[in-house]
């Protein structure tokens, strides 16, 4: 029970930073994304290789 309880929350955890991150570049400027080359239209792409790789 114990090992499916972990599971659980690592799996929530991880779901908790997709969000955080993807949010994240959703919301940057147009500036703020051109300066860091990227397109905010990838914020979900970019967001699930950052948590699940």
Do not use: P
Request: overall charge positive; proline content about 0%.
């Amino acid at each position: 029970m114990l090992n499916l309880m972990t599971r659980l929350r690592d799996a929530a955890d991880k779901h908790a930073a997709y969000r955080r991150i993807r949010d994240e570049i959703a919301n940057l400027s147009d500036a703020e994304a051109l300066d860091l080359g990227i397109f905010r239209g990838d914020a979900e792409r970019m967001a699930r290789k950052a948590v699940w790789g």
